[in-house]
């Protein structure tokens, strides 16, 4: 890999992100980071290849600003993420219509290379058939999913031999500066806040540090063949094993079984809270009430992808993790 290699990032301020410009530099890229923010500023000082970019990275007047550069890949990652109460234009405004301004500046400023992270979801919250596969029919069944899956399609129109593009989708990702799902189980099972279901579920996570080595891997990687890969941990974890090992690492005891509730419990909650539109909490019970698994051989295989264990890293990482 050439050690002078520019690799333009967009929401590099953000978990994944933040994660990603570390590993990068550490390889010696140069790396445009664009985010809307400027605490990573401080954080990176020390890499003289550290070039932060502020604003809105679809904003014409930004990109412009960096037409005269000589840049070999793009990694978008900037998006609205998650189900949230924005409005559905919102969604399309950023993460489609952003997604396409990228692609255009990209293809206009004879970019080689086009890394977009998409996510697990566009083949729905709790797939189909498990383990999925990248090539499963997609079912986006919300706002952020729908979005993504229409980007994934502007991504794939714009694949040619002089803007190769590739598409990842990771799975819920956990490490250092994270604040969704895993720091939230976390602070509930230290307060003895989390219910889950009695029966077994199996849930399927990815360590940030795995995902940003192999986006790193990918951008160097000579030519991209415009498929689409999933990225997970190498193996699915049982949900109550993963309880139990949390409340170890917080208390020193597995957690209390009064705290598994049957199955109907969450049924019944989720139809209740469709009713009164409360669309995230209903996302957050479907993910702890039902297994969501992935197949990524595939990703292994093509990309040299290197899973990780999740509960050795995750072990690891604990006191990192944001959970107080």
């Given amino acids: 890999m050439k050690q002078t290699q520019k690799i333009l990032v967009t929401g590099s301020s953000g978990f994944i992100g933040s994660n990603l410009i570390g590993e990068l530099l550490q390889k010696g890229y140069t790396v445009y980071a664009i985010s809307r923010e400027k605490q990573n500023a401080k954080l990176f000082a ?38 949230s109460p924005r409005p559905t234009s919102e969604y399309q405004q950023v993460n489609v219509a952003g997604t396409e301004a990228m692609l255009q500046f990209a293809r206009k400023n004879n970019i080689p290379k086009f890394i977009f992270v998409s996510t697990v979801g566009v083949l729905g919250t709790i797939p189909k058939r498990q383990p999925a596969k990248a090539d499963a029919p997609p079912n986006p069944d919300n706002k952020y999913h729908r979005s993504k899956w229409q980007a994934e399609q502007l991504v794939r129109r714009y694949h040619s031999r002089e803007l190769q593009t ?90 209390p079984a009064v705290f598994r509730w049957p199955d109907f419990t969450f049924q019944l909650g989720q139809k209740m809270l469709t009713l009164v539109g409360n669309h995230q909490l209903v996302t957050s019970l479907r993910l702890i009430s039902a297994d969501w698994t992935y197949d990524i051989s595939e990703t292994i295989r093509q990309l040299d992808y290197r899973p990780l264990d999740t509960l050795s890293e995750m072990h690891e990482i604990f006191d990192q993790l944001d959970c107080l």
């Fill in 166 to 255: 590739l598409i990842l989708r990771p799975t819920i990702t956990y490490g250092p500066g994270d604040n969704g799902f895993i720091p939230k189980m976390i602070r509930m099972i230290k307060n003895k806040r989390f219910f889950y279901p009695a029966k077994p579920v199996n849930i399927h996570l990815l360590s940030v540090r795995a995902l940003s080595v192999l986006l790193a891997r990918v951008a160097a990687m000579k030519s991209l063949n415009g498929e689409t890969y999933l990225v997970a941990d190498r193996s699915p974890v049982p949900l109550r094993v993963l309880v139990d090992f949390i409340s170890q690492q917080c208390s020193g005891k597995n957690y």
């Fill in 46 to 83: 020390a890499f003289s290849e550290y070039r932060p970019v502020t604003g809105r990275f679809y904003d014409p007047a930004l990109l412009n600003n960096l037409k005269d550069e000589t840049i070999d890949a793009v990694i978008h990652l900037a998006a609205i993420r998650g189900e």
